[in-house]
């Protein structure tokens, strides 16, 4: 009979050691809810595998170190939402048709995200959310559509409370002045 090793074992021998056996577990336990909490944030499955394996590669190569600060599942999710947006910021114009032609592929699995903003995806709104940095929208998702507070957007996002203040007040400045 093994023993399961914690959350912090696995990632100490993943870094110590490069112990593939941890790696696998660790993979096994966190990819699918990583996959699924991507998929709230990017419609396009191939963008979202991608940054999965982006994400664990990461970890396997040592690139994203865990302090052992909060729990592992909120690091992983700073380690792919960073990731994800790179991905995202990094295909401009492409990547939001792709992003737009996958909506349309998968309008069986509306989330309720998307369903919030179906309502105004092809109206003022929408093209001034467009026009919004990635960093600023980042910003808008956590606090607005997914409701988290400044401190805990800031955990998620990884960057320090003030930063989403700011961010969130740009954001709200920018769309005001494409709305008026």
Same mark, same amino acid.
């Given at each position: 009979? *093994? ?6 074992? =696995?990632?100490?021998?993943? @870094? ?5 056996? +941890? ?5 096994? #336990? ?5 996959? @699924? ?25 040592? !690139? +994203? ?21 790179? @991905? =995202? ?21 509306? *989330?309720?995200?998307? #369903?919030?903003? @179906? ?18 929208? &980042?910003? =808008? ?9 400044? #401190? ?12 989403? !203040?700011?961010?969130?007040?740009? &954001?709200? !400045?920018?769309?005001?002045? +494409?709305? &008026?």
């Amino acid at each position: 009979m *093994s023993e399961t090793r914690s959350d912090g074992e =696995l990632l100490r021998a993943v @870094a110590a050691d490069a112990d593939r056996r +941890a790696f696998e577990e660790l993979y096994r #336990r966190y990819a699918p809810w990583l996959r @699924a909490r991507l998929r709230g944030r990017c419609a396009d499955l191939g963008v979202v595998d991608d940054v999965v394996q982006e994400t664990f590669l990461a970890v396997w190569r040592g !690139k +994203a170190r865990y302090r052992e600060e909060g729990d592992v599942a909120g690091w992983l999710w700073r380690v792919g939402s960073r990731r994800l947006v790179d @991905a =995202l910021r990094g295909d401009g114009a492409r990547g939001r048709l792709r992003q737009a032609l996958a909506r349309l592929r998968h309008r069986d699995e509306v *989330s309720a995200e998307e #369903r919030v903003l @179906a309502g105004v995806e092809h109206g003022d709104l929408a093209g001034a959310l467009v026009r919004l940095s990635p960093e600023l929208r &980042a910003v =808008l998702q956590a606090t607005v559509i997914d409701g988290l507070t400044t #401190r805990e957007a800031a955990v998620l996002l990884g960057i320090p409370p003030g930063t989403v !203040k700011t961010r969130a007040m740009r &954001a709200r !400045k920018q769309l005001r002045e +494409a709305l &008026a």
